[in-house]
């Protein structure tokens, strides 16, 4: 079997479960939660719920605060489909298989995607529990996902699944904007950053925070670039959003952990679902526009 039907058999498996619980309504928006924001899913109302584990093929997550779930259901009366955590090159997966549930999303017939994760604050002035919309991103994992032969059959949308493609808006500035509006309306300012993504799983040395800062990045990571450039090759329109748990290696007066970043994703997770519900009608409207 190949990876192209193995991504279409677990869609299948999905799509059907997803109909006991949302009929014929088929989710238009995917999020995928990062580490310790999980329990942002956890507003939906009468939720299918499927563990990574029952689906055909999904790679399962081994870090803490990546519980493993896919969870469809309304979130402001639009139907989404959570990623409740995500696997990592670090934990010992391909770059295939980091971003299996991406291409599953797309052959479900996502067409935005929210990518939520924890990041090291690099920028003077943020805070830890800072919300930062994504404008650009900068690949230091030292690979790409899309290396080896070109599967035109990821293209699902108009477009889309090029062996080349553009990449200059990989967030998309008009999910930004909505993002933006959201969070005003929600009572807070949500500004934009530059994600730099590392490998890890080790943090990142303070010479190379000042090197990451010297290249223009504001925030540092270890995810969400294989996903977006993932989606971006199947047309899907990307909004990410980090979440600043913790001041970058020598910006801080403590020594980086897991555990840190763990809990100061737990103190943002209901900020986050707040402005998640009160984004999605706003991306399933741009979405109808765009049609």
Known sequence: MTYFDQVCEAAAYLRERMRAGLGETTPR?????????????NALREPVIVPYAEIPHFPQSTVEGHSGRVVAGLTGGVPVAFLQGRVHFYEGYSPAQVTFPMRVLGALGIRAVVLTNAAGGIAEGYRVGQ?????????????????????SRFGFQPGSGLRFFDMTEAYSKSLRELAKKA????????????????????????????????????????????????ARHMGIEVLGLSCVTNLAAGLGATQLSHQEVFEAGKRVEERLARLIERLAPGIAAHLETAA
């Open 131 to 151: 919300l930062v919309a994504l404008a650009d991103h900068i690949n230091f994992m030292g690979w790409n996902p899309l290396v080896g032969l070109n599967e």
């Open 183 to 230: 969070a005003n309306e929600l009572g807070f300012l949500l500004g934009e950053g530059i994600y730099l993504a590392v490998s890890g799983p080790s943090f990142e040395t303070p010479a190379e925070i000042r090197a990451f800062r010297t290249l223009g990045a504001t925030l540092v990571g270890m995810s969400t670039v294989p996903e977006t450039i993932v």
């Open 29 to 41: 928006i995917g999020i995928v939660l990062g580490s310790g924001l999980g329990a942002a899913a």
